[in-house]
Every structure is written in C-alpha cells, then in structure tokens.
C-alpha cells in the first residue's frame, strides 16, 4: 500500500502564501493528485502531477519530485475562502484501476 | 444529472440496522469508487468498480459491508448490523478513466 504524510493543520494570513508539504512511499507510482474539500462538501479536483517538476495554475501551483516521495501545494495570495482540507492523493502502478490513495488531509484556516 | 449523485444525503440509523446508499455516477462513467471518511480523516478506499465488476474489494472493512453495481451505472452500498463505528461520510466518485475522478456530495451515516 501508500503511506501518505502530510500536516494536521496550518493558519496563514489573507494574502500571504502557504506551502503544503505531501511525501510518500508507493510500490509503483502512476500520479500525485491534489485535492480541496470544504467542510461537509465533496472533495474537488485541484491538480495533477506525473512527472518532476512544476505545474502552475493561477494563484495554486504544485511540484512533484519523484525521487524523493514528495510533493508541495503552494497557494498564493490566500484569500479567506481558501479556507479548506487540503488532501494528497496518489496514484500507483500496482493495479491499473486508477484507484487513489488518500492522505489524512491538511486543514488550512486563512486568517484576516 | 450533471455530477455524481449520492442519496440519502444523510441518514440516522440504530445499531445493528441495515443501509442502503446510493450513487448515481455521472453518465458513460465506466469506473465508479466508494470511499469513507470518519470525522477529522482522510478518505479510506473501499471499493472500485469497472463496469458492472469489481476488481479491487479490498478496502472493504468487513463481511457487513457489501456493494453492487448495474447497468454500469447506478451502484449500491450496504451496511449489514450497522455498527457506532460506521458513522462517517461515505463518498462515491466516478471517473471515465484518466486522471480526473470527480466526487458525490457525500452520504452522512450516523449509526446511534
């Protein structure tokens, strides 16, 4: 199976930038997906990443390095509505199912 | 519809009852997945369908729980003797295979 690691809570100001922080280990690796939930809603879709290296777009943007089991979210000019879990997923070899493996998820509070 | 479709939206049971939940993938969907998420954690597989099949049961977390799947459309999700420990969220996602899997709103079981 994956283990998927990622921190419980972060808090950042409106505006600023925040930085989440994913690594995991895979037999087999096959995509890292990002997702955002908001509390008591669905989980939506945020990016993908197969191979190193960085994928922008607008104020998210998320890096993969696959020699090192890692992954970041960054987001930018934080607004409160960014306030939200903030969940890695990954993706592997092992089956070709494209079943996701999830981490517990990040939670990020944006503070006026 | 235009997105996945879960019902009930949310349930209160006794223990040791029986559930039913309900997804209704988004059309010419072909792979379909259930998740659970306890309060405060990430999503926990527990069941992959392509087609009407199931190829991966293994996040299944016991004999209680058992899914179905017709029509490759409409999937099933059954809770036997539910169990305080069942309470959470339950998710369904369908995918047309690649890299997007797109969520449900979600199922809220309360087993009391």
């Known amino acids: 199976g994956q283990n998927i690691d990622q921190p419980t809570e972060m808090t950042a100001t409106e505006g600023a930038i925040v930085q989440i922080n994913c690594t995991y280990q895979t037999s087999g690796f096959n995509g890292l997906f990002w997702y955002q939930q908001h509390a008591g809603e669905a989980p939506t879709f945020l990016s993908y990443?197969?191979?190193?290296g960085l994928e922008e777009k607008g104020r998210f943007s998320s890096f993969l390095s696959r020699s090192k089991g890692y992954s970041y979210l960054l987001l930018k000019e934080l607004q409160m509505k960014d306030s939200a879990s903030y969940l890695c997923?990954?993706?592997?070899?092992?089956?070709?199912?494209?079943?996701?493996?999830f981490g517990a998820g990040t939670t990020v509070t944006v503070r006026a | 519809g235009a997105g996945v479709s879960q019902s009930p939206s949310n349930k209160v049971t006794e223990k040791g009852k029986d559930v039913e939940l309900r997804c209704d993938p988004i059309?010419?969907?072909?792979?379909l997945y259930w998740y659970r998420q306890r309060l405060g954690q990430g999503l926990e597989f527990l069941i992959y369908?392509?087609?009407?099949?199931?190829?991966?049961k293994s996040g299944l977390p016991s004999d209680r729980f058992s899914a179905e799947r017709t029509g490759e459309s409409v999937s099933t999700l059954t809770i036997q003797r539910t169990q305080q420990e069942d309470s959470a969220v339950y998710l369904c996602?369908?995918?047309?295979?690649?890299?997007?899997?797109?969520f449900g709103e979600g199922s809220w079981l309360t087993v009391v």
């Open positions: 059309s010419g969907h072909t792979a």
């Open positions: 990443n197969v191979l190193d």
């Open positions: 369908f392509q087609g009407n099949s199931a190829p991966d």
């Open positions: 997923a990954v993706r592997s070899t092992r089956s070709n199912d494209y079943k996701l493996s």
């Open positions: 996602a369908s995918s047309p295979g690649g890299n997007t899997i797109y």
